[in-house]
């Protein structure tokens, strides 16, 4: 997956936009028109903070089917996804929770958008859902069959679940490049706002032969400057929302500060790299 090909940047950050509940959801509210309102809203919003990459999640459907989402689900979000590559230029993906991928590679294919997430490609998860089973088999022919490009972003050992297998992080991660064939790797850690641990992505980093490291969880202005050290890119939700509530909406003046604070901490370490060469080659 060549990062900069996509999202212009070697190490993205991609801005998440949560939906709120959508038809035959538990928490469906009847409005379709201001679930569209409030995903343009937050993809300005993410636009004007200056992030690289959008992500769409049927975040607030919850709680999730395991596999299918109901057909009303795919439509609106088919829907909103349309709406928002009309209204913003940068590249947009598909997450349709707990672990639809042929919803969203169709939803991702049909709508022109960039990629997907898928949180259980490989392996076998104990989910609040129940037991989720890997789906690369299936996602990577229906993507053929459909002649997509679309990229596939893999959660390796998926927050809010269990392995039944090992738990060994290097050993999932080589079964969901080598096996399961994704196109990038997601590192998070075991909650919604909890990040990976800098040994967990650095083990990553370095196991992954080349293929895209992205952090999926928890980063914050506090540890984002630590965290990218070993990641190629960052999904980040909570800290770009007001007062850093998963509820709340997205803050654009919080999503500028979160883009300033990666942006200066890469550029800083890109001029400590030159001087270090510098006093090698003399």
Request: aromatic share 4%; charged share 20%.
């Amino acid at each position: 997956m060549n990062l900069k090909q996509i999202f212009n940047t070697t190490q993205p950050i991609i801005g998440v936009v949560h939906l709120l509940p959508l038809p035959t959801s538990a928490r469906w509210g009847g409005s379709l028109s201001a679930i569209i309102d409030r995903a343009e809203q937050e993809a300005v919003a993410l636009v004007s903070g200056g992030v690289d990459g959008i992500i769409v999640e049927n975040f607030f459907d919850a709680p999730f089917p395991k596999s299918r989402v109901d057909p009303a689900v795919v439509s609106a979000m088919t829907t909103v996804v349309s709406r928002l590559m009309e209204l913003v230029s940068l590249p947009i993906g598909i997450n349709v929770l707990r672990n639809d991928s042929l919803s969203a590679m169709a939803i991702a294919s049909c709508t022109g958008a960039a990629f997907i997430r898928v949180n259980v490609l490989s392996g076998v998860m104990a989910t609040d859902q129940g037991l989720i089973e890997g789906c690369a088999y299936e996602l990577l022919r229906y993507r053929r069959e459909l002649g997509s490009h679309v990229k596939i972003m893999a959660d390796v050992l998926v927050k809010h679940a269990q392995p039944l297998s090992s738990s060994d992080l290097i050993n999932a991660l080589r079964e969901t490049i080598d096996r399961g064939l994704a196109d990038a790797a997601i590192i998070s850690g075991v909650a919604t706002g909890s990040p990976p641990t800098l040994e967990d992505l650095k083990l990553a980093k370095a196991a992954a032969g080349g293929v895209p490291i992205v952090i999926g969880s928890g980063a914050n202005f506090d540890n984002i400057g630590s965290l990218m050290q070993f990641a190629d890119g960052v999904i980040v939700s909570s800290s770009l929302k007001r007062q850093g509530k998963i509820e709340n909406s997205i803050d654009p003046i919080r999503v500028s500060q979160f883009v300033e604070t990666i942006r200066q901490d890469l550029a800083s370490r890109s001029v400590q790299r030159a001087i270090d060469s510098m006093k090698i080659h003399r």
